[in-house]
């Protein structure tokens, strides 16, 4: 005897199918979302580490012999007119 089985696919079978098409669908946007981030979290990243060395060198500066106050007396060459 030949069996025929019908065409039609059990709920939890078609529900995998339903996830599956969702995935894939799905996929190039959560990558994008992924890679996207990433590369604004590293611009973030820049940015804060030239804003530190900035600060840095200003306050280097700002304790050097070149600073605010060798320039308000005129001992740096730079600044006198």
């Known amino acids: 005897m030949l069996l025929i089985q019908s065409a039609a696919h059990a709920p939890g079978e078609q529900l995998g199918y339903i996830l599956m098409f969702v995935l894939m669908a799905a996929t190039p946007y959560i990558l994008l979302a992924v890679v996207g981030g990433g590369i604004f979290r590293a611009i973030r990243r820049q940015r804060q580490r030239e804003v530190e060395d900035a600060l840095r060198e200003q306050q280097a500066w700002e304790l050097s012999d070149r600073g ?8 740096d060459a730079e600044w006198s007119t």
Not at 68 to 75: L, Q
């Open 68 to 75: 605010p106050a060798a320039a308000s007396r005129g001992e």
